[in-house]
């Protein structure tokens, strides 16, 4: 069983930044964590996600503006969001992937806002 906890969302300016985070505790072996947003009305889409050995795929609406990084360490992946545009604000959701099975994991969300 792995839990995740989120934090680092909250309310922005266009062109700010934020930095989310999400830490995951539990015994196991985490193969991808990522970085998933949602709005209401539409499906949940990949904004980007990162393997343990470092390989990252972003989303094209988020490529050259965010950063995915992890500390595998700490079991901890990170999300930079810089040059923030109000069609960013969305929820923001982590996910990990264990291994051997695959089996993933979702926490519980972080809200994103981009206003002036």
């Known amino acids: 069983q792995v839990h995740l906890v989120e934090s680092g969302g909250g309310l922005v300016q266009p062109g700010g930044s934020l930095r989310l985070s999400c830490e995951a505790s539990?015994?196991?072996?985490?193969?991808?964590m990522g970085w998933y947003r949602q709005t209401p009305g539409k499906e949940r889409e990949l904004t980007a996600t990162?393997?343990?050995?470092?390989?990252?795929l972003y989303a094209a609406s988020v490529k050259g503006r965010f950063t995915i990084s992890r500390d595998n360490a700490r079991n901890t992946v990170y999300l930079q969001m810089n040059s923030l545009k109000s069609e960013d604000t969305a929820v923001y959701y982590c996910?990990?992937?264990?291994?051997?099975?695959?089996?993933?994991?979702w926490g519980q969300g972080t809200q994103v806002t981009v206003s002036s």
């Open positions: 996910n990990v992937e264990i291994a051997p099975n695959g089996e993933d994991y």
């Open positions: 539990g015994n196991a072996s985490i193969n991808l």
């Open positions: 990162i393997t343990s050995s470092g390989y990252t």
